[in-house]
């Protein structure tokens, strides 16, 4: 047949087994003999194995989401978070992507019941992000420091990587800009005054040490609300942290070099008759030359007590030194009139002329209590029960307690009482020894007090009872080593964690019971403490 036929011929015409053979010039590449490459065969075993029901063995991994709401707006790390002074549930955030973002958690509210109980969870668990209120640009790198002015929050201030100052107007919803400022290479840290006869005054850190204070007063002078009342440069490296006093008449600040000064922006402790205990600028200062205050590698945080008669410090290697401040009496100027004659010997770029030296403020008539005055600048307490450095410092504002939290992911717990004498330890605050990076006492009653919230880089947010152990872990949680036994009450989980990039980098208490955080991984959750 014609088929067979055709296959006849060609196998006649095939070439000869010699001939099929390539010639290893004519190869375009020689690949040697690998004994140790596994045959076709070896992955169909496994592939076979499969299909016969035995699947590959794989990693399980654990999901926990106990936010209530979330706000995912930035597209890099939240770095820093601020509240409405009065309206607490307003909430500015501010990150790497160099933008600003207000939003509200007013209408965000807890489920009656948890998840398991809805007809239709998979419907309820697809929400919607909190929509922001208003988007903030300007800064050409990173937002590094928030805050609302005082009293009343009229104003919002940006500070970023770039040394720019902003502020923006927090009475119109769009926070238009009103005014900005860039006297430093970074800003490091703002912090609103609470002097009631200082509205809208504010302390700006600087990555060279200088630290500024500034006033916004638009009414004045429309044409330039931002003035600078003082500018103070004996920091000699970066400003890390700063407090005022409870009654906003005094200013404390820390520095990498490991120096502690306390500012008298007013001169209402001057006009007492305080004198500097550094024979400078500042009412107080310490530094790395007294050897019974030097901390190597420098201070990162501070806290003043409730009282205003002592700060406590906290550096590097889990050193907290407390240090007492000078004491004014209750009777202050309140009754002069606000303007100010403070000064600084640079003049601000966008407003404020140069004016006299620091301490040419009001003349207040103050005097000095005679403990608060005998102990000013002495070093009261040296502490260190932990190993590494001390990033957050907290008073609890009913109760003699001091809480340190550090980057050794503990949790220490002072008596100022008796001495400052160590009450407890929590060892493992942070899962794997992941740092703390902030703590908080609760602030609205007595109870509340006794409660302290901490965050950190493993990515959650605790609650611990400071009167001992004894608090069970609440349904949001699961502790860890002996959480309960440590007073933990209650953690709520849903950030990434697991350290750089997923951790929680702060927190406010926004009201009703809620918790809103700044993400590593540029998330804000919010967390019902009270569900």
Not at 307 to 335: C, D, E, K, Q, W
């Given at each position: 047949m014609a088929h067979q036929s055709n296959n006849h011929d060609a196998d006649n015409n095939a070439p000869s087994d010699d001939e099929a053979l390539l010639d290893p010039s004519e190869a375009a590449e020689i690949v040697p003999d690998d004994p140790d490459h596994p045959m076709d065969s070896d992955n169909e075993a496994g592939d076979d194995d499969d299909l016969n029901g035995a699947p590959e063995e794989q990693e399980e991994i654990q999901l926990q989401n106990d936010s209530i709401a979330y706000f995912d707006h930035h597209t890099d790390s939240i770095f820093c978070i601020a509240n409405h002074p009065i309206h607490p549930a307003i909430i500015a955030t501010g990150g790497g992507d160099d933008t600003t973002y207000v939003f509200s958690v007013a209408d965000v509210t807890a489920p009656v019941l948890p998840l398991s109980y809805d007809t239709n969870p998979s419907a309820s668990?697809?929400?919607?992000?909190?929509?922001?209120?208003?988007?903030?640009?300007?800064?050409?790198?990173?937002?590094?420091?928030?805050?609302?002015?005082?009293?009343?929050?009229?104003?919002?201030?940006?500070?970023?990587?770039?040394?720019?100052?902003?502020?923006?107007?927090?009475?119109?919803?769009?926070?238009?800009?009103?005014?900005?400022?860039?006297?430093?290479?970074?800003?490091?840290?703002?912090?609103?005054?609470?002097?009631?006869?200082?509205?809208?005054?504010?302390?700006?850190?600087?990555?060279?040490?200088?630290?500024?204070?500034?006033?916004?007063?638009?009414?004045?002078?429309?044409?330039?609300?931002?003035?600078?009342?003082?500018?103070y440069y004996l920091h000699t490296e970066s400003a890390t942290a700063g407090a005022w006093t409870p009654d906003g008449r005094l200013l404390a600040t820390v520095s990498?070099?490991?120096?502690?000064?306390?500012?008298?922006?007013?001169?209402?402790?001057?006009?007492?008759?305080?004198?500097?205990?550094?024979?400078?600028?500042?009412?107080?200062?310490?530094?790395?030359?007294?050897?019974?205050?030097?901390?190597?590698?420098?201070?990162?945080?501070?806290?003043?007590?409730?009282?205003?008669?002592?700060?406590?410090?906290?550096?590097?290697?889990?050193?907290?030194?407390?240090?007492?401040?000078?004491?004014?009496?209750?009777?202050?100027?309140?009754?002069?009139?606000s303007s100010q004659s403070a000064s600084t010997t640079k003049s601000q770029k966008g407003g404020g002329s140069s004016k006299n030296k620091a301490g040419a403020g009001k003349k207040a008539s103050a005097a000095v209590e005679g403990a608060g005055g005998q102990q000013a600048g002495q070093i009261l307490a040296s502490l260190q029960v932990q190993t590494e450095s001390v990033e957050s410092l907290a008073f609890s504002p009913h109760h003699a307690l001091l809480a340190a939290g550090s980057v050794d992911g503990s949790i220490a717990l002072f008596d100022s009482g008796r001495n400052f004498a160590l009450r407890r330890q929590i060892r493992e605050a942070c899962e794997e020894e992941l740092a703390v990076?902030?703590?908080?006492?609760?602030?609205?009653?007595?109870?509340?007090?006794?409660?302290?919230?901490?965050?950190?880089?493993?990515?959650?947010?605790?609650?611990?009872?400071?009167?001992?152990?004894?608090?069970?872990?609440?349904?949001?949680?699961?502790?860890?080593?002996?959480?309960?036994?440590?007073?933990?009450?209650?953690?709520w989980r849903g950030h990434r964690g697991e350290g750089e990039g997923g951790g929680v980098l702060g927190f406010v208490f926004a009201g009703e019971g809620k918790v809103v955080t700044a993400g590593d991984d540029g998330v804000s959750l919010v967390f019902a403490s009270f569900h």
């Open positions: 668990s697809s929400r919607s992000s909190v929509k922001p209120i208003a988007k903030i640009t300007g800064h050409t790198d990173s937002i590094n420091a928030l805050s609302y002015t005082l009293p009343d929050g009229a104003y919002l201030l940006t500070g970023g990587l770039d040394g720019r100052l902003r502020v923006h107007s927090a009475s119109d919803p769009t926070y238009p800009l009103l005014a900005s400022a860039q006297e430093v290479p970074e800003i490091n840290f703002l912090t609103p005054c609470p002097h009631p006869s200082y509205p809208n005054t504010f302390a700006l850190g600087a990555s060279d040490g200088s630290i500024w204070i500034y006033t916004v007063d638009g009414s004045s002078d429309p044409q330039n609300p931002l003035q600078v009342l003082q500018a990498e070099d490991g120096s502690f000064y306390v500012w008298d922006p007013f001169g209402e402790a001057s006009a007492a008759g305080v004198t500097s205990t550094s024979g400078g600028q500042a009412v107080v200062g310490l530094t790395a030359a007294d050897q019974r205050f030097a901390v190597e590698d420098g201070l990162f945080s501070v806290a003043i007590a409730p009282s205003g008669a002592f700060a406590a410090v906290g550096g590097a290697h889990g050193v907290v030194r407390v240090v007492g401040l000078p004491r004014l009496s209750s009777t202050s100027s309140s009754n002069n009139d990076v902030k703590v908080a006492f609760g602030m609205a009653s007595e109870d509340e007090a006794w409660t302290l919230t901490s965050c950190g880089m493993d990515g959650v947010v605790r609650k611990w009872d400071c009167r001992g152990g004894g608090g069970g872990v609440g349904g949001a949680g699961h502790g860890h080593g002996q959480g309960q036994q440590q007073g933990l009450v209650k953690e």
